[in-house]
């Protein structure tokens, strides 16, 4: 199984500000995923970051307001832009096993006032 | 997209007795899995069954699918407090490789 670790664990922004969230894994693989949980709900997909090329957002999700960046097979970055108190979530980030399943990193817990 | 519906939404029980949560899911499915989050943190997966699977075991779990009715249960026996945690299961639709969750199922396992 792969180890993956996330930075920061926490934040608490100012509306209007910027975010990047980092997620590190210990091997390299071809594709991360970027998720958000929003308080008391479900994981929602919110794109597909492959090394070299575009990262593939999903409906209702944009790239002007989470960019993602993949410069290798280890690591990738997402921002949260110009936040508002509806992105207070958990933001996790997760790569594929062998066998279809998925290990996730520990979470960035957001709060924007 | 195709969510997941999970119920309960809660369940509480005491530590030893058995846990069961429902899964319902609405398009054809390459697999279904279940994950275990504690407290807002990470997810940690539990047990994966494929559509051409009806039933699966992993230690004190036990897994059910029945793609006929589009759903799936996850039992825990003999539970423990440190099973505490909301459950959710995630399907991989036919022809893609993402997962879908379901709403998730709050457990509290008392002393």
Not at chain 2, 28 to 56: A, C, F, P, T
Not at chain 2, 58 to 80: E, F, H, N, Q
Request: aromatic share 8%; with cysteine.
């Amino acid at each position: 199984s792969a180890v993956i670790s996330q930075k920061p664990s926490r934040d608490i922004c100012q509306r209007g500000t910027s975010l990047t969230i980092q997620c590190q894994v210990d091997s390299q693989v071809t594709m991360m995923f970027w998720y958000r949980q929003q308080p008391g709900q479900s994981l929602t997909l919110i794109a597909t970051a492959n090394q070299g090329s575009e990262a593939t957002y999903e409906s209702g999700f944009v790239i002007d307001k989470f960019p993602i960046s993949r410069p290798n097979l280890t690591f990738s970055t997402l921002t949260v832009s110009n936040m508002s108190p509806e992105d207070s979530s958990i933001y996790l980030c997760s790569v594929p096993g062998t066998a279809d399943e998925q290990f996730f990193g520990p979470g960035t817990r957001l709060t924007v006032l | 997209s195709q969510q997941g519906e999970e119920d309960p939404q809660a369940l509480s029980i005491q530590e030893g007795e058995n846990a069961t949560m429902n899964c319902s899911y609405k398009t054809s499915i390459n697999n279904l899995q279940w994950y275990r989050q504690n407290s807002g943190r990470g997810l940690v997966h539990l047990i994966l069954i494929r559509s051409n699977e009806r039933e699966k075991h992993s230690g004190r779990l036990r897994v059910t699918l029945d793609t006929s009715k589009k759903s799936s249960s996850l039992l825990i026996t003999a539970s423990r407090a440190a099973d505490t945690a909301s459950y959710f299961c995630a399907t991989v639709a036919s022809g893609y490789s993402t997962l879908t969750f379901g709403k998730g199922t709050m457990l509290l396992v008392s002393p």
